[in-house]
């Protein structure tokens, strides 16, 4: 069965300070990655989508950028975080189209 | 500007009562899902509609696909408390299928 892991769970972090959240999916082969980031009771926002190796879009200009060095591995940073950079991150990984998306437990980033 | 506008954002009802949840675009989507999130926790899938028009049950909570695949409703029967929760449409971008977007949610909190 397919599963995906995403770290840390939470993470305090102080202005200025790098960023790498780090997503591994496992049961299955060239899947969609997807980052998320989602303020508090809202919708998800795609920061970026991934579909294959190397190959990175992204949906937002913003400080954060992402790599996928791996076929089953997502990686999110930042060089300098911001304030406004807080939230909850959300790593998933798809299928084909109109396939259920499947999530990572999510990161609590605050950033100090 | 949201691709999947929910409505309402926010509903607080008593126990035993019925609600319906709207998500509308103004494009034509080959399939939406329903997901439901808990408090951080990544969402989990309820259901896909498909086909314009198409009704789905499951147990308490119907879902519609609207005839021209704008739009979708998730109506629940007799809400209990373990409703409680973040509903979420989504689906594949109809102008690029490796896009996957959610609608701005809807926060429903049932009382006991």
């Known amino acids: 069965s397919q599963t995906i892991h995403q770290w840390p769970a939470t993470l305090v972090q102080p202005v200025g300070s790098p960023l790498s959240l780090e997503c591994t999916v496992e049961g299955t082969s060239n899947p969609n990655l997807y980052w998320y980031r989602q303020a508090a009771g809202r919708g998800l926002q795609l920061l970026f989508y991934s579909v294959g190796i190397g190959q990175i879009s992204s949906e937002v200009p913003q400080n954060l950028s992402a790599s996928r060095p791996q076929d089953r591995q997502f990686i999110l940073s930042s060089k300098k975080l911001l304030l406004s950079d807080s939230g909850f991150y959300l790593c998933?990984?798809?299928?084909?189209?109109?396939?259920?998306?499947?999530f990572g437990q999510g990161t609590r980033l605050t950033v100090v | 500007t949201q691709l999947l506008e929910q409505s309402p954002q926010f509903l607080s009802i008593q126990e035993g009562e019925n609600l319906t949840v709207y998500c509308n675009s103004s494009s034509v989507f080959s399939s939406l899902q329903w997901y439901r999130q808990e408090p951080g926790e990544g969402p989990v899938l309820l259901v896909t509609?498909?086909?314009?028009?198409e009704v789905k049950k499951l147990k308490r909570l119907t879902f519609q696909f609207g005839d021209a695949r704008k739009d979708s409703s998730l109506h629940i029967t007799a809400a209990q408390p373990g409703d409680t929760g973040l509903y979420l449409c989504?689906?594949?971008?109809?102008?690029?299928?490796?896009?996957?977007?959610f609608g701005s949610g809807t926060k429903l909190n049932v009382k006991p």
């Open positions: 989504a689906g594949d971008s109809p102008y690029n299928f490796n896009k996957f977007y």
């Open positions: 998933a990984w798809k299928g084909g189209g109109g396939t259920e998306a499947f």
């Open positions: 509609v498909v086909t314009g028009g």
